[in-house]
């Protein structure tokens, strides 16, 4: 078992999330992404988006990561001023239009991930892998439910 798929049935199994709260993308959604992109995406994310794509409910509650938020996520970026992503940026989420974080498509199956702040000269390191960042998300959910 991967590593995403790990993070998603630890939650499940200790009642951090019900099973009815994920949401997942289909194989042609991912695909139809992987076309525009041209470019296949990591392991990893194409997990996370199969999985919880559509809906990970509490996990990424504060953030905007949906699948269906990808182009509100770049058109905000685009509108900034400073730091744009190259081609083989794929920035899948943003916090409060200011923050954005992603991943570079020629990085691995279980990319590093990198966060841009508005302002600054350009995204920094901020996890090792994709899967990192999941884990490190759904362990603040869990510390987010049981000390509110």
Request: glycine share 6%; net charge negative; proline share 5%.
């Amino acid at each position: 078992m991967d590593s995403v798929t790990q993070v998603f049935d630890s939650v499940l199994r200790d009642g951090t999330l019900p099973a009815s709260a994920l949401r997942g993308c289909s194989d042609e959604e991912i695909v139809d992404l992987e076309r525009q992109l041209g470019a296949r995406l990591p392991r990893a994310y194409a997990t996370y988006l199969k999985l919880a794509g559509r809906s990970a409910a509490g996990l990424l509650a504060y953030f905007e990561a949906r699948f269906d938020h990808l182009d509100e996520i770049r058109t905000c970026l685009a509108s900034l001023a400073g730091w744009q992503p190259s081609a083989r940026d794929f920035v899948f989420m943003m916090h409060q239009e200011s923050e954005f974080t992603l991943f570079q498509l020629d990085e691995g199956d279980d990319p590093p991930i990198y966060r841009y702040r508005a302002g600054s000269e350009g995204p920094a390191p901020a996890w090792s892998s994709f899967s990192s960042f999941l884990a490190e998300m759904a362990e603040d959910y869990r510390d987010l439910i049981v000390h509110p």
